[in-house]
């Protein structure tokens, strides 16, 4: 299969008939791919009723977008999207195929590989293109404690899972000249896979990954009754709070709010780090934040390191004094 003519494939993702973010910000970066490559980017999106989730993929940068709409796709059953996903890079042999690495995504895209006996790099933080058309891959390993830099040379399609919010949406294009396509695709159930109930995540305030400020905490946090200092300083930032992975293994916090290689990867506008040290496996979630202010009672901790601006003070006593400022000009008008 010759690398240079197949194009670059997003496999998107969509719940509800909405189109994730993250699927976005893969097109995003697909489209730098393509200036380097010269090759066509297919969006393809799998679900029921989505023909209008299909346009608006069409807006974010696909030159096709190629659909497969059945009931028995309404909801996520791996078997059945594997089966329907293989059969489509089968009859059209991309050269790449990318895919969020939600949890969905890092579901469906080892199956795929799998079935296709090619190779997959997970959970990527940056791709480009080399001088001979092969995809170049970016991750953390080691626990986060290097960088890997990866090429797939003779396996193909060249497989990625790309971490949600490491890279920008571009603006919606008004008037895309790309086509959609349904594809006829035999879709069938998978008769060991039953849904029984499907409920949304109820959460207090917007999801972290798209706010735009950030109130983060780490180990340095010692009282888990200090955390409503916390909750306070964000609600009066119109902000979230997020956390380190410590804190998720003490209970104090939900695997959805840790910030890191192992938890989810934001870019606020704003993050303010709370007594975290700076491990890369935390900065390299947070480290594409417009503005970064971090409070430790370390001076060297190594957080100051990656921070426009760095507070030694113990939170205990700055935080109150943060809220009380706050407060007053708030009532000043």
């Not at 008939?17 to 730098?32: Q, R």
């Not at 790449?96 to 790099?121: E, F, H, K, N, Y």
Request: glycine share 8%.
């Amino acid at each position: 299969m010759d690398k240079k003519n197949n194009g670059i494939w997003v496999v998107a993702e969509q719940k509800g008939g909405k189109v994730l973010e993250a699927s976005f910000e893969l097109l995003a970066k697909a489209l730098e791919l393509k200036k380097a490559a010269n090759q066509e980017i297919t969006a393809i999106l799998l679900g029921s009723q989505i023909k209008e989730a299909a346009q608006e993929l069409l807006c974010y940068g696909a030159d096709i977008v190629r659909i497969v709409d059945d009931e028995v796709l309404k909801y996520y059953k791996p078997r059945t999207f594997e089966r329907v996903l293989v059969k489509l890079i089968r009859d059209y042999q991309p050269a790449i195929v990318l895919l969020s690495a939600t949890s969905q995504g890092r579901d469906l895209a080892p199956r795929v590989m799998c079935q296709l006996q090619t190779g997959l790099t997970a959970d990527c933080l940056d791709l480009s293109i080399d001088e001979q058309g092969l995809l170049v891959q970016e991750k953390p390993s080691y626990g986060g404690n290097i960088m890997c830099t990866i090429v797939i040379e003779n396996a193909l399609p060249q497989m990625a899972t790309v971490r949600p919010g490491v890279f920008s949406k571009i603006e919606p294009l008004v008037n895309p000249q790309g086509k959609l396509r349904e594809e006829a695709v035999e879709v069938l159930d998978d008769e060991a896979y039953e849904i029984i109930e499907s409920c949304p995540v109820s959460a207090s305030g917007s999801a972290i990954t798209e706010a735009e400020i950030i109130v983060s905490c780490g180990r340095g946090v010692k009282n888990q009754q200090d955390l409503a200092l916390l909750n306070e300083l964000a609600e009066l930032l119109q902000g979230e709070v997020g956390c380190t992975r410590p804190l998720v293994d003490q209970g104090w916090f939900t695997h959805e709010l840790q910030i890191g290689q192992s938890g989810i990867t934001v870019k606020p506008k704003l993050i303010i780090n709370i007594g975290i040290s700076g491990a890369v496996q935390y900065v390299v979630g947070m480290q594409n934040a417009k503005t970064i202010i971090s409070v430790n009672r370390n001076q060297s901790a190594e957080i100051f390191a990656i921070s426009d601006y760095g507070i030694v003070a113990d939170y205990t006593e700055l935080l109150p004094a943060v809220i009380n400022e706050i407060n007053k000009r708030k009532q000043q008008g």
